[in-house]
C-alpha cells in the first residue's frame, strides 16, 4: 500500500487572501500565489515515498464565487508548477452536508480507494480545525500550520512554516 501526504490548499499549497474581514480562497488566477518553499517540500515529500494529494474544500463553487471551471483550471495550474499527484475538491457550502466536505473525510477515503493509501501511514496537514478532523477521523497522523487564526487547534504537530513541514514528514517516515 501506499503511503500520502494529504495538503490543505488554501494556507497550505498557496496564500490566502484577506477578504472581508477574514482570509479567504483565491477566486481568480492572478490571486493564486504559491507559498514559499512548498514547491521543494513536496518534492522531499516524493522522494520520502509519500503521495501529494490535495483535499480541499471549495465553496465558492456552491456560493456563485467561482465558476467549476475556474477552479479546474486553477488546480491544473498547481500542477503544472509542483509535484502533486492529485487533487480532492469539494465544491459544496456547509449547508449541502456531503460526505466530502472537511471536517468529513470522504475526500481522504476517496483518495485512499483510488491510489490504494494506507491512511494510518500518511498524514494531514492543514491550517484549520476542519482538516485536522478530517485527517484524525481516518488515523492519519496531524500537523498544522500554525497562524494567528488557529492556535486553539489539536494536532500531533504544529508547524510555523511550511518548510518545517519536511523535519517532521522524515521523522514519521
Known sequence: MNKAVFLDRDGV???????DGAFRSPRC???????????????DFWRLGFLNIVVTNQPDVARG???????LRLHLLLEEKLPIDDIFACIHND??????????????????????IDLNKSIMVGDSWKDIAA???????????????????????????????IYIVRSLS
Open 13 to 19: 499549497i498557496n496564500r490566502t487572501i484577506y477578504r
Open 29 to 43: 488566477i492572478e490571486e493564486l500565489a504559491i507559498t514559499e518553499n512548498i514547491e521543494e517540500v513536496l518534492y
Open 65 to 71: 464565487f467561482m465558476t467549476e471551471e475556474l477552479l
Open 95 to 116: 449547508k449541502d452536508n456531503c460526505d466530502c466536505r472537511k471536517p468529513k473525510s470522504g475526500m481522504l477515503l476517496e483518495a485512499s480507494l483510488k491510489w490504494n
Open 135 to 165: 485527517g484524525q477521523n481516518v488515523g492519519c497522523t496531524t500537523i498544522l500550520v500554525d497562524y494567528l487564526y488557529n492556535r486553539d487547534v489539536e494536532c500531533d504537530f504544529r508547524v510555523f512554516d511550511t518548510s518545517e513541514l
